[in-house]
């Protein structure tokens, strides 16, 4: 009889749940980074009525369901983006199990998808993408290009110490040449600070090889979604689009298709 561990649906149940708790931290993380608060006091509260939330209406995914939700105290409607960080949270903890399996790069990749998530929802919220994630999160990468790396679709994973540090020159250097170079031909700001740091942690995660597929992807997408979106609700140019999201979506695709990227389109074997 095979242990109860080795069970795909068992093991993939336990990572999604563990993976829900992170995302219910994570939104706490997104609602009180942007203000400078504190992240592990007070304890969480409706954000309506600041009513503490009680334990058994705490529980990642099944109290938004069970209160459908609203506040218990004053019926406030909740924002969606609860449940659905949660669930995102979930799901991307069991792909990267599948991903990496037990081992350091879980672990690595795991904070990484965090931050990412993180910054996605600030970034959409109010376009902004906090330094107190990108900044530690540069020296992170850092880091964990000292963890033994991972073998997935001949890509190494964490990167070497080398490629770690000329993805953070590349990953903030591209971009910040691409900001110069917009601003020299228009007199305006098209990108901020905060999209240069945070592909200079991607950078840092990936290695320098993930750089130009993430900017192409998140590039790609983003004007895809970008285009549609001034179309549809009739701003043109004036519509300002959040760039982060598409940057952490970028990461995410190398991450996990990274090598099939590469052959398809750039033709490499």
């Not at 242990?3 to 068992?10: D, E, G, I, K």
């Not at 917009?182 to 305006?188: D, H, N, Q």
Request: charged share 10%; glycine share 12%.
């Amino acid at each position: 009889m095979n242990p109860l561990w080795t069970n795909p649906a068992l093991v993939s149940s336990v990572v999604f749940i563990i993976g829900a708790v992170v995302g219910s931290f994570l939104n706490v993380c997104i609602v009180r980074l942007p203000g400078g608060e504190s992240i592990t006091h007070p304890p969480s509260r409706c954000p309506a009525c600041k009513a503490p939330i009680a334990f058994y209406d705490n529980i990642p995914l099944l109290s938004y369901l069970i209160l459908r939700g609203r506040c218990r105290a004053c019926a406030a409607p909740i924002s969606p983006r609860y449940f659905i960080v949660e669930f995102l949270t979930g799901l991307l903890a069991v792909a990267l199990f599948f991903r990496f399996g037990w081992g350091p790069s879980l672990f690595v990749y795991g904070i990484f998808a965090a931050a990412l998530i993180v910054i996605s929802f600030i970034d959409l919220d109010i376009q902004i993408i906090p330094d107190v994630i990108s900044l530690p999160g540069i020296v992170l990468g850092l880091l964990a290009s000292f963890v033994p790396a991972a073998r997935v679709d001949h890509l190494s994973l964490p990167p070497s110490p080398l490629d770690a540090f000329l993805g953070v020159l590349v990953g903030g250097g591209v971009l910040y040449l691409v900001a110069w170079l917009y601003e020299l031909a228009t007199g305006t700001e098209g990108m901020g600070g905060g999209d240069i740091k945070l592909l200079a942690m991607i950078g840092a995660f990936l290695g320098w090889p993930g750089v130009p597929l993430t900017l192409f992807f998140a590039s790609l997408v983003g004007a895809l979604i970008g285009l549609a979106l001034m179309v549809s609700m009739g701003k043109g140019l004036k519509l300002r689009i959040p760039f982060g999201p598409f940057l952490c979506l970028g990461a995410l695709s190398y991450l996990f298709f990274g090598r099939w990227l590469v052959e398809t389109y750039f033709l490499l074997d």
